[in-house]
């Protein structure tokens, strides 16, 4: 039998999820839709419980009656919050609100109604434009929430407050100019409006470095909108070298004839995959930086696919003939796929033979299946892949690290077990005291706010964290390792601690232990004649293996160094030859690599249906 509180929680749950067909038709009339609505508010519902989705569809039939608004706007004073809460749901579903309403509506803004926010960007004044700007600066939660609608919804009536805000004649919280480029950025037509305001407050030199930093950061909001400041930006450049990097930056968002220049010596300085994302979606107006781009392909094993999908996003055909060599890349099978999604890219028509072997003889299937898309292209019969710029672009530019297209399930590998010997390998599930006698000291480094305790006693419940308050914080555990392997004269060992790190160590019978390599550790192998060490992290949306090769100077020091990458992050490993080792990865395909470096797809003990 359920005790009574269960039952009461039970029954209230049911209410809560059963969909109630009368609100589920459409009402004929206001006053219809508004006594539904006020139903609503009287019905069970568990603390904290969103609302409805028959609400909120009540809610937009009603903004779409004449005379909503005069009847919702005294709701909003109503001594029942759920009613209160209704009413500016429905208000702020409304296509437009009189001026006449603004006082009311920012009454129940004070009284703290969440659904409200956004309706002030339905009323056609300055003075809700304003309003808008000022609570979304003001927010805790910012900038994903209904005051950041309430701004884009005001549309060109919040940028001279914007511009206003952005000059900060008191002194700004950092975060200030990052918050308002980000609406910005949403203002579509009429964000190029804000381009001389803002140009002017960081060509101003009495203006504080802070706000003409944060300004030029705006600038480049406006994506192609702030192209016609191109001449003011690359003049204000040579006046104030100290703006240079936050010029550059403005620069290339854009879409400035030098973004090319720009992005290629930021990437010489600092090689890096968002580097070589941020000149993908510049696009072509960044085929300058074409001839840096190249050079990774045969470069740092991490960066050969985002380089290789770089080159086709900004057209540069110089680099084909070096495409075409990274079809065959042994060292990383998503740089194989990266190289063939290029060539579709660029149609490169000469490259029809090699990408139609390809679409068979590839040991990989999504380069095979890259490879028969790129020759679609190049003959005409497939549109280009969508490559429209914005928020989702980084999602796809890294959809290299999650390939699963074309692979088979493969939960039960035909590939038998090779047993490594205890007395050579030892895990920590297995053998727990043998490991522990193998701890050794490690630093987790973790971040947070330098103001966490004030902002704790100010009531927050959800710490912000931003560039004016990170902080670094630095720990010294006991680490006990996960898997070791028995080498000469000690311990090869390593540590998996997720999205807090890992290495590689070396655990001397005698003498201090070796820090090797920072890096996640699934496993060590003595494959063949060599050491190899399993590694890489799939979390959120990353999703990266790589192997290493572990090797000992003549002074007995070790070493690791990149050998092969594999399509994911390894979930299982084992080995199942002396020479060969299977590596099942994060839904990217289980792979066995042998000691000299060749990879292929395992063997499945029955076929599966691929992804």
Partial sequence: MISAPWLVAALLALAFTQPDSAHAKDCATLDDCLQELLQTAKEPKLPGAPMRQETHTLAERIASFPGAAEALVP????????????????????????PEYFDAIRAGLERGLGWLPAALGRIDSEKAAREAVDRYLASRSAPHNQEAAAVVRSGVRAIPRILERAACSTPCPPETHWLLGTVLEQIQPGRERAAEGLMGIAEDPDAPPQTRRGVLGMIGALGRDGLALEPRLLALKAQAPELGAWMDGALVEIGSRRSGEILARRLRQEPSAW???DIAETGEAARGAGPAVAEFLAGDPLLRAPAALTLGYIGYEPAVPALVAALDDPVDPRATWAAAKAL???????????????????????????????VRQIRGEEAEENDERGSGFAMRFFGYEHLDEGIPECEAPAERRHRESRATKLYAHRSPERMKR?????????????????????????IRVHSGNLREHREIVEQTPGVA??????WLAGSDRGEWGGELMFLPDAGAPQHILDANIEDIYQLGDAIVVTTGLAHLSMNQGVLYRAT???????????????????????????????????????????AEGRMRMARCRKAAATR
Avoid: C, F, N
């Fill in 552 to 594: 000992r100077d003549a002074q007995g020091a070790w070493q690791a160094e990149i050998w092969r990458i594999l399509p994911g992050a390894p979930a299982a490993s084992h080995l199942v030859k002396p020479d060969e080792l299977l590596v099942r990865t994060r839904h990217t395909g289980t792979v066995v690599v042998d």
């Fill in 438 to 462: 193998l701890a050794y000291p490690s630093q987790i480094v973790s971040y947070g706010a330098d103001d966490e305790e004030a902002q704790r006693a100010a009531g927050e419940t959800v």
């Fill in 344 to 374: 579709g890219r660029l149609r490169a028509d000469a490259t029809l033979g090699v990408l139609s072997e390809a679409t068979t003889a590839h040991w990989y299937p999504p380069t095979r299946e890259a490879a028969r898309s790129a």
């Fill in 75 to 98: 709701l909003l004073a109503d001594p029942d919050p759920d009613i209160a809460e209704r009413a500016g749901l429905a208000l702020s579903a409304m296509p437009s609100i009189s």
């Fill in 485 to 490: 392997l028995r080498v000469g004269g000690g």
């Fill in 275 to 277: 580097i070589l994302r």
